[in-house]
């Protein structure tokens, strides 16, 4: 996931959100009111929202099962 902050005007903030670099070829965009900082951290709640949204985009990490790991359920 990668993020763009553009200030939009005084303590307003276009936060967008891009998943191109997971193979994902949706994002998504937001506004924020505060400073500078608070936009890049509501970065990451808009990209856990939008995982949460939209999962069937993000299959789950394939696990290859070792020796080690029979039994585990």
Known sequence: MTH???NIET???LVSISFAD????QGASTTVI?????AHAYAQTLARDFRENHADLFPP???E????M???V
């Open 22 to 25: 997971e193979g994902v070829p």
């Open 4 to 6: 763009t902050i553009t």
């Open 65 to 68: 099962e070792h020796d080690h």
């Open 34 to 38: 505060g400073t500078e900082e608070q």
């Open 11 to 13: 303590n307003k903030w």
């Open 70 to 72: 029979e039994g585990i």
């Open 61 to 63: 990490p394939v696990v």
